[in-house]
Structure formats: C-alpha cells, structure tokens
Nanobody, 122 residues
C-alpha cells in the first residue's frame, strides 16, 4: 500500500487547509485511514480517523469542531479539512492506513505516507 499526502502549506491563524491522502496498492475495501501529526519536540499524536466501510469517524479533542475527516471511495482518497487553524496545529501531518478496518490505535497503523508540513502563523 502506498500513500501520497498533499495539501500542506503556510496559513495564518484562523485560516483553513485541506489535506488529501491518495491510497494505492492492495488496500482492500475495508480499512481505517488516519491522520497523525508530529510537532518539533512533541510526541506524535492522533488527529483523526475514518473507517472506510461505514464512514465512522474519530477525532482528537484538540481538533473536534475544527477538523473534518472524509473519504472518496471511488478515488480511494481521504481528506482532512482543517478550519480555524491555530499556531499549535503546526506540525508535519501524516496519513496512515490500518488494514484491519476497525482499530484506531497507533500500533495498528502499518502503512504511512511521507508527511506534509502544515505551518500556522500567529
């Protein structure tokens, strides 16, 4: 499975960005796509996840109400719409896939994209 993330950039606080993650290869039809982020000096943290079959979503408390994860089944592409961005959202964002289709525990995500930088200026 290959994951290609895109959409990062520099934005002012309060602005928006939309990240995309195109999945290719043997993804199957039932998996979980997740977004994690890693800021300098901080641990990697879960941001959001979506179960491809059914569309159930989960969010970190820090992004609830501001970020929305979605998917396009036909294109095997996931999206992370990020609104009302804050400087503390600055990080490298990684998309990832867990082929078991259920869990959003970090250890179950085994395929990772290359990361895309999001920088929010104050």
């Amino acid at each position: 499975v290959q994951l290609q993330a895109s959409g990062g950039g520099l934005v002012q606080a309060g602005g928006s960005l939309r990240l995309s993650c195109a999945a290719s290869g043997r993804t199957g039809t039932s998996y979980v796509m997740g977004w994690f982020r890693k800021a300098p000096g901080k641990e990697r943290e879960f941001v959001a996840g979506i179960r491809w079959r059914g569309g159930d979503t989960s969010y970190a408390d820090s992004v609830k109400g501001r970020f929305t994860i979605s998917r396009d089944n036909a294109k095997n592409t996931g999206f992370l719409q990020m609104n009302t961005l804050k400087p503390e959202d600055t990080a490298v964002y990684y998309c990832t896939v867990n082929p078991d289709g259920m869990s959003m525990i970090v250890s179950r995500f085994i395929y990772w994209g290359q990361g895309t930088q999001v920088t929010v200026s104050s």
